[in-house]
């Protein structure tokens, strides 16, 4: 049997990668993808609490289809307004999309 | 014993056959290969420019739309396993649930977004 | 008797026995075991995938009023073979610049992905498969490795032709995924399970009669989610030359060919199970395990044949018109359909069989009907007003 | 060490090899089917949990719909995929840094957590993990309201982006 | 149905609605008004099956409707939602169901519907008519509304917050429905966003009712932290509001349930306008004329004394508490009685006789007299809208008048402008004056009358000063009420434009004639037993039906003569003075009353500019941007930025050019202006930057609360 532990570690691990391309990427379209990650690493962490608690009590997996629909509302919004950003400005480097400081 | 594993097993075989068919294949075929014969096929014309073109929205749209829609069904599906011991209720909520989203595809179809043109 | 009746079961006890003499643990055995027999069955669905390429060629000859491979063997019963001996031995060529992992994967991953497919088909009452019990949801999984080894084929390529058609043939796929899904959920509804072996047991009544236009819905989704003609966006021969497989040759092109023919039976004999009752035909499936998986691939052929008829008749449709179709006509009547039916279940739950099934199946007819009646009055209003005349155009002046 | 262990560590390892990869790969497309690798370990874990619907939902949802979302949002974005400019920003360390710092302390958490000593129960022998979800998903006492608000999030995400992608000429 | 099922259902056609328009109905005007008034119809349909089931039950404040569903799952527990008809709700919603209904077929005539578009109009900016050729002979017409179908999507939502807020049995839906109305009352006040006044008091209401609304939260969160329950059923069990009151909150001696019934509190002071935080209501008078104005009259504002209302057996637990509500109540009362005397604005001197009643009732709660806030919160509800309405079709008839003669320069909202429009627009006339009256509480006809003396019987029995600064805030109601119709209505037309005036069209004045119906017949359902005459006539059945939502039945107050006399001398002399006052005078000069003081409101927005705005504008500036965000923020990211052009520049900066240059003598202005052009170039505006920050901070959070605070 593969201890809890090692689900949590594993998912935090998951976790930090996805931060670390959140942070650290240049490109939009990379963060987003890290963000994906960090997302999984979330459902993981659900579903071996569900696991490891009571079973009959679903609501692990409930916040987990949850997650997939937040998930999914997410990158299509993220990756529209990337498309949109792009089209505007030529440019899908989040260093050069600074618009924020004016 | 999960029966995952068996789906395990399955995936496994099926990598190994065609894996199997294309080494067979690498093993057997002839290897005389020159640069034009390497040549990008375009109907005996030479390629110009990036292959890698831009693309337009739509796909994106139409991506998006089977997203959303996707998700949905995820939704309906625990919905439809327990229809016939829930009754009415559960019913109603399941046709609200789509008619919500119908909205979504009557409005993005209104606005002229689910044209390829 | 025994072995008539429940071959695998045998077989596997049989087997168990010569390895548990070698001394072999239990677990190891049995894992020994499935696996033997995934890989039996696979390889008998790859010489199957063989006698497809003759059926194949066999039908379209007829339909084109000629005769087909008739030199080889009877009937030509040995071109298929000569064929793969050719597939074996022509040099394979790698286009410049292509991205090679990615160009080597995907026609491995097209294959894998209609193999993986028989896990969960119940071939005998004996013999369920894999029975998960999210089987219908496995299908469109296994149908998203399909996707994705086309977009993988045509963005490796370094080809401008296997790049469009990939993407044309992706966003076919994934646009008539949603009426597919929508329309799986009505078999679900009735087994109150999602399981395929569930599905198939639960079909006292054959669903195409309580659903028959959720069967039709089905078809052409199938058909779509094929790339077979008329949906074919993916090959095109016409303007895209072949599509996303226009750079592949010899065996890596037989694995997309091979992969498309079984791919087309394998949705023949889904449409036979989620509707037609699978391997059940009055009882006879109980007699032997045999005679069940002969029902099932004889309605899977059935299935499939129609899939050909219909590749060999129709023209292919132009892009725009097939994403049209889709989401302004399949998609809202596949919901309307799913809702309709969720209804009519939940409101003749306690009426007797017969008006249940004539309740189901004449909701189905009225769904059917009034959608063809509006799709018939919008497109007149559209042609009206296209071309000047009628109603719609002095409307809109 | 049990074989299940060695499956676990041999998936997860390769999960996360292919999330590093994500990450850290110069070309988009190629980070993008990595990203599918890394979906799919994590689908193989959720089959390890015996959360079958999970494991399946993951591939339709995400190897499905969400790469192709990603992959089709690469292809618009063509110019800066052939642009092998540094792939990573300058503040690159410090953020390597606090990914770092952000797993030990999750560790850390993990390590002092009683509850982590839990062991896996065996399931009833009638339980239906896809029928329970169902009933917790349209029960009016359990999660009705969460199902209706999903579909409307949905909604409001399928109008927004597609308002905000659609090129309006 | 069940009412319970009615019940969850009337919130819901308004919000459908303005789904409905905003996504689909935005082009066509006519279906978009179709579905909103629909909408509006649904839920006083479903409200008056509820509140006709509501009368039919016995006792029902003791078994009122309710029904509640699991919403969020609290670990192990759920924090339910849910509705509640008690007596109380069932009479708000009764108000607010024919009110708003009012409003939406009301707006049809005002926004001109059916009008051509006009010449020049602007979405954003009021219409400004049309011209159209007649009879061969071209003239101004007043033109649609540019913005007609958003108008009817905004008040859709807000109708969805209104009920949302009535309906609900706990704090928390009712602060969503509290939000819903906030953000309404902001897009709405906004609605001509193309005047900048308008921009400015969209801005400056949202801003002050946000001020109230942090407070709540605050009671809110600090309500729910002591008892772990926001259901009103819940706390207002013996157990719990007895643990509310024993222990102390440690603030300035108050009681946990004085200090969060005094956080809630000023949340009601900012939506309810009271002071100090009734400076947005005159101004949101900048919306649609008669519409939004009613809003924030009748309807909105109503919500402020609602919740206090709903809150009162928590309130009352604390005298000091309850002390500082009937002070602010009665200051108020008779604060915005006097400013009202000194406008000339027709809407502006509504806008504060609004304040003015609320503080009437908030003064009534103060001091115990529950029945007697409810009563008049109805009442007063029915008359000032019907005042409003009439307002807006006064102002209707005058710009009518205005398109006549040309002169767009001429105020039609000015009463100096106007003069005996009784004879141009008589309807109005006569449901302004029955409003009028009812105002000022006309003995025994109007149900102003009832509400407003019992009001002043209460005071009377039990706190003195309270009574008499009503009862002055009384006479000085009706003595501008009195000003206002003389000015308005009767006399001679003062100007071409009001010659020309014209009664408006029958979606405008068929609300006034309904509401004018309950302006004169809902007093009757309260009058007091031992009212001399009338008394026992009918049953008081207020006093019975309202009563039941306490534990508590509450005592009839015995019938004195004083508050009685007191409250006919104050109406009938304000009434008659006013007349007297204003009969002859013609302009604003002839005015006696044009103080200075009372002109300015006295001059409250000029002290909160210079003690507020302008230190929080310089604070903002000089602290918070150029130290906090350039100095610190940019510091700190500058810091951690690996060693490359950053750092190098942020030393050159900060000490190569200071230094440098202020050794070799250039100017420290120059020094300052270059090293903020260079920061602001280098170091702003990268969201992963900003991430990275929250980061720092959380994990820094996160060890502190660790180690030091779990711990221990």
Known sequence: MVPLSWYLIFSAALFSIGLFGVLSRRNLIAILLGIELMLNSVNVNLAAFWRYGDVTNITGQVFAVIVFAVAAAEVSVGLALVISVYRKRNTVIADEIDMLKF | MSSWVYIGLFLLVGLIIPVGAIVAAWVLAPKKSNPIKQTTYECGIETVGDSWVQFKAQYYIFALVFLIFDVETVFLFPWAVKLNSLGMFAVIEGIVFILILIVGLVYTWRKGMLEWV | ?397 | MTVDQIIFLVIAAGTLIAAFRVVTTGNLIHAAFWLIAALFGVAAIFAILHASFLAVVQVVVYIGAISMLFIFAVMLTRKDMRDQGPQLNRNWGFGAFLAALAFAGLVFLVHGWSGVAKTASAFPSDFDAVGALGNALVSPDAYVLPFEVASVLLVAALIGAVYVAYNRK | MSTETIIWLIPLPPALAFFLIVLFTNRNKALSHTIAIGAALLSWLGSMIVFARALGVERLGERPFTSSINWLATGDTWFKIGVLVDPLTALTLFFVAWTVLMIFIYSVGYHNFGQPEGDHDHKGLPPHGATVEEHGSKHVVPSVEPMYSRFFAFIGLFAFGMFTLVVSDNLLTLFVGWEIMGLCSYLLIGFWYGKKSARDAAVKAFMTTRIGDVFMLLGIAYLYSVTGALSFREIFTETTLHTLQIIPSGVLGFSTAGLIGLLLFIGTVGKSAQFPLHVWLPDAMEGPTPVSAMIHAATMVSAGVYTVIRMFPLLSLDTQTMSVIAFIGAFTALFAATIALAQNDIKRVLAYSTISQLGFMIAALGIGAYIAAVFHLITHAFFKALLFLGSGSVIHGMEHGVFHTGKHEVDPQDMFNMGGLKNKMPITFWTFLIGGFALSGFPIVTAGFWSKDEILADAFAHNLPVFLTLAVAAFLTAFYTMRQITLTFLGEPRTEEARHAHETPWTMTIPLIILSVFAIGFGWIGIPEHFPLLGGLVPNWLHEFVGGTLAEHPEAVEFSWTPLLTSLVVALGGLGLGYLFYRNVNSPAEDKLQLGFLKNKYYVDEIYNAVFVKPAIWFADKVVYQIMDKGFIDGILHLFGPGTQGIGDGIRNYFDLPFINRFLGDGSANVTYFSGEKLRVIQTGRIQQYLMLALILFLAIGAILYFFVFSV
């Open chain 3, 1 to 397: 008797m025994d072995f008539l009746k429940d071959p695998l079961k045998v077989a596997a006890d049989w087997l168990l026995g010569i390895f548990s003499g070698w001394g072999m643990p239990d677990l190891w055995a049995q894992v020994l075991i499935g696996f033997l027999g995934i890989f039996i069955l696979v390889a008998l669905l790859m010489v199957l995938d063989i006698f497809l390429v003759w059926i194949e060629r066999k039908v379209v000859s007829r339909f084109q009023s000629r005769i087909g491979p008739n030199r080889l063997g009877p009937f030509g019963l040995i071109q298929p073979f000569a064929d793969i001996i050719k597939l074996l031995i022509k040099e394979d060529t790698t286009p410049e610049g292509a991205d090679r992992t990615l160009y080597n994967l995907a026609p491995i991953l097209s294959m894998m992905s209609v193999l993986i497919l028989w896990a969960v088909v119940p071939l005998a009452p004996s013999i369920l498969g894999v029975d998960l019990n999210i089987g219908v949801l496995y299908i469109i999984a296994a149908g998203a490795i399909g996707t994705l080894s086309i977009i993988m084929a045509g963005w490796s390529s370094n080809n401008k032709y296997s790049l469009i058609g990939a993407f044309r043939e992706a966003a076919v796929m994934l646009s008539f995924e949603i009426p597919m899904l929508t329309v799986m959920l009505i078999p679900t509804i009735f087994a109150g399970s999602m399981g395929i072996g569930a599905i198939t047991q639960a079909q006292d009544t054959w669903n195409f009669f309580l659903a028959p236009l959720a069967a039709v819905i089905f078809l052409i989704a199938a058909i779509a989610e094929l790339g077979r003609s008329p949906f074919d966006m993916g090959e095109a021969e016409s303007e895209l030359v072949s599509g996303y497989n226009i750079e592949y040759s010899g065996m890596k092109f037989g694995m997309f060919y091979a992969g498309e023919l079984l791919h087309a039976f394998t949705f023949g004999g889904f449409w036979a199970i989620l509707f037609f009752g699978g391997y059940r035909f009055f009882g006879l499936e109980q007699v032997s395990a045999f005679l069940a998986i002969a029902i099932l691939f004889f309605k899977a052929f059935i299935g499939y044949w129609i899939i050909m008829w219909v590749k060999y008749t129709l023209l292919r449709i132009r892009i725009d018109h097939m994403l049209a179709f889709n989401w302004k006509f399949l998609t809202p009547v596949a919901f309307v359909l799913l809702m309709t039916t969720a209804l009519m279940n939940a409101l003749l739950a306690d009426a007797s069989n017969w008006l249940y099934i004539g309740g189901m199946f004449l909701s189905n007819i009225l769904v059917a009907w009034i959608s063809l009646e509006v799709a018939r009055s919008a497109s007149r209003w559209e042609r009206e007003r296209v071309e000047g005349t009628g109603y719609a155009a002095r409307r809109t002046e």
